[in-house]
C-alpha cells in the first residue's frame, strides 16, 4: 500500500511529471534516491502506468468537444466487444466508457467543426449494434482530467 510519501510523489507526477527527481525530493522532503526507488516500486506495482503530455485540442484545430451516450440493441459479449473494437480505430473518440444506467457507453469526442461532428455521429449511428446515440456540446472544461484526489 501506499504511505504519505508516495501520496505527494504522486500528487506531483500528476502535476507535472516532467520535474526531476530532485525537484519532486524537495517537494516531498525524502531523497532523491528514495523517490527514485519509491516510484520504480509504483510503476512495477502497476501503480503508475504511464507518463503522458496533456494536449490542447485548440490549439490543434480541434476546437468541439461532445460527450456522446450510445446504447447498444444488445448487451451481448459478441456485440459489445464488437462495438469497443469499432471505437478502437475511430481517432475522434477520445475516450470509451462502458457504463451501468440506461446508457451503454460514453464517449468522448473530439473534432474540428460541426460538419465533421455530422459525419462521426453518421458513422457512429450506422452501427448495427447501436440503438441510440444522443450527444452533448460541451462549452467550456471547467475542471479537467487530471490529479486524482489521493
Known amino acids: 500500500m501506499i504511505d504519505a510519501i508516495d501520496r505527494k510523489i504522486l500528487i506531483e507526477l500528476q502535476k507535472d511529471c516532467r520535474q526531476s527527481l530532485v525537484e519532486i525530493s524537495e517537494k516531498v522532503m525524502a531523497s532523491k534516491s528514495a523517490c527514485h526507488r519509491r516510484i520504480k516500486l509504483m510503476e512495477d506495482a502497476g501503480i503508475i502506468v504511464g507518463y503522458e503530455a496533456r494536449l490542447d485540442p485548440v490549439a490543434l484545430g480541434l476546437p468541439m468537444q461532445f460527450v456522446v451516450e450510445v446504447t447498444l440493441n444488445t448487451q451481448s459479449k459478441e ?21 451501468t444506467g440506461t ?9 474540428a467543426s460541426v460538419a465533421a461532428f455530422e459525419v462521426f455521429h453518421h458513422r457512429l449511428a450506422a452501427m448495427k449494434v447501436v440503438a441510440t446515440v444522443s450527444s452533448t456540446l460541451l462549452l467550456r472544461t471547467v475542471k479537467g482530467a487530471g490529479i486524482l484526489n489521493l
Open 103 to 111: 446508457k451503454d457507453y460514453f464517449l468522448k469526442v473530439t473534432v
Open 79 to 99: 456485440a459489445m466487444e464488437g462495438f469497443e473494437r469499432s471505437v478502437q480505430a475511430m481517432p475522434e473518440i477520445n475516450e470509451c466508457s462502458l457504463t
